[in-house]
């Protein structure tokens, strides 16, 4: 599914081998959204029981929203319902410490007719 962009830069082709603990997590957690797992134990070695999700404002959410793990893996069930496929392309991860800076493109087709 290569989908255009207006954003011309290449996308980064990652080699888990290669990658960082870090960043082998994040793309873990990465792999059980697109895959749309919804059990709490996949995540139970990627997420802090304490994580916040931050959603900006989107089509679909219009003010965003900030939701707790629970909510955050309710979003994954509903996502699983309104999308046929979705996928991150990155384009950079910066990784200083352990934390992580990870700029992507999101593209996901709905599976519904979201208005």
Same mark, same amino acid.
């Given at each position: 599914? *290569?989908? $255009?962009? %207006?954003?011309?830069?290449?996308?980064?082709?990652? !080699?888990?081998?290669?990658?960082? &603990?870090? @960043?082998?997590?994040?793309?873990?957690?990465?792999?059980?959204?697109?895959?749309?797992?919804?059990?709490?134990?996949?995540?139970?070695?990627?997420?802090?029981?304490?994580?916040?999700?931050? *959603?900006? $404002?989107? %089509?679909?959410?219009?003010?965003?929203?900030?939701? !707790?793990?629970?909510?955050?893996? &309710?979003? @994954?069930?509903?996502?699983?319902?309104?999308?046929?496929?979705?996928?991150?392309?990155?384009?950079?991860?910066?990784?200083?410490?352990?934390?992580?800076?990870?700029?992507?493109?999101?593209?996901?087709?709905?599976?519904?007719?979201?208005?």
């Amino acid at each position: 599914m *290569d989908t $255009p962009t %207006l954003d011309s830069r290449p996308f980064l082709q990652i !080699n888990r081998a290669s990658a960082s &603990a870090n @960043v082998n997590t994040y793309l873990s957690f990465i792999h059980n959204l697109t895959s749309y797992i919804t059990d709490t134990v996949a995540y139970s070695e990627i997420l802090h029981p304490d994580v916040v999700f931050y *959603d900006n $404002p989107n %089509l679909i959410n219009k003010v965003g929203q900030v939701r !707790n793990a629970s909510k955050g893996m &309710a979003g @994954v069930a509903v996502g699983q319902k309104i999308l046929a496929a979705q996928r991150y392309d990155f384009i950079e991860i910066i990784e200083t410490g352990d934390k992580l800076i990870i700029e992507c493109i999101w593209t996901g087709t709905m599976a519904i007719d979201a208005g």
